[in-house]
């Protein structure tokens, strides 16, 4: 519901239902324009936007979640992230999804940033992953939660972090390209820094193609037969 008249809107009263102009102030005013511009030049807004179904951050979790050696922490709103993660183990995640809560205190202070240092520094175990992957949703956005500031690499496990606000990403399918085009990103600078490691598994004598995104269920024998 939008504030009652007379009341100043504050980002964490506000939701999917507090009004998307309110949370696109609220971020612009925490310093966020840039990310928010970045977001309209790439996902242009229109009829499709927010069709009544999931989150459009689930997108992005989604992702994160299909990669082996990753891990994926929300911020954000509690009932948000109870959804978004309904969602994802109900798709088959098999896996568990990190979550940092916040309360109004922790948001105004600072501490939230903080709380999520800290939690990737725990996360970013080298015999576990290879990456972590942070999403801030509405209410960290709107609120300037600089997940820019996090530290870049933690032991050599790469740190991710990523704002997918559902007042500036369209749909999921969306969301889905952010987290994508974060990590194309971050393997391109690694790239252009230096050798890449050779794969874990060696390579064959056979040349190959590589291809980036999601596979349903009967991609593999089409996509094998058109290589073939
Ligand atoms: S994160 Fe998703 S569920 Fe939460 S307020 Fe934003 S759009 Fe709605």
């Known amino acids: 519901m939008p504030p009652p008249e007379g009341t100043i ?3 964490q009263d506000s939701g999917c239902h507090g009004g998307r102009e309110t949370m696109r102030e609220a971020a612009r005013a925490a310093g966020k324009s840039a990310v928010l511009e970045r977001l ?3 996902y242009p807004q ?3 936007d927010q069709p009544q179904s999931m989150c459009p951050a689930f997108g992005s979790l989604r992702v994160g979640l299909r990669m082996r050696r990753v891990a994926t922490i929300l911020s954000g709103s509690a009932c948000c992230v109870y959804g978004l993660t309904f969602t994802s183990h109900f798709y088959g995640a ?3 999804v990190g979550y940092v809560p916040f309360d109004s205190e922790t948001l105004v202070t600072g501490q939230l940033f903080e709380d999520i240092r800290d939690a990737v520094r725990r996360t970013a175990q080298p015999d576990a992953y290879d990456a972590v992957v942070v999403i801030n949703l509405c209410v960290p956005t709107a609120s300037g939660v600089p997940l820019d500031l996090l530290p870049r690499e933690i032991d050599g496990v790469r740190v991710i972090g990523i704002d997918v ?12 390209d952010v987290l994508a085009g974060a990590m194309l990103r971050y393997a391109r600078r690694e790239a252009e820094a230096g050798a890449v490691a050779r794969p874990r598994a060696g390579l064959a004598e056979d040349r190959r193609v590589t291809l980036l995104g999601e596979l349903f269920p009967a991609d593999p024998p089409g996509v094998a037969a ?3």
């Open 165 to 176: 606000p559902g007042f500036g990403v369209p749909t999921h399918a969306e969301a889905k």
């Open 226 to 228: 058109m290589l073939a």
């Open 9 to 11: 809107a504050r980002p």
């Open 94 to 96: 098999r896996r568990s």
């Open 40 to 42: 309209a030049a790439d």
């Open 46 to 48: 229109g009829p499709h």
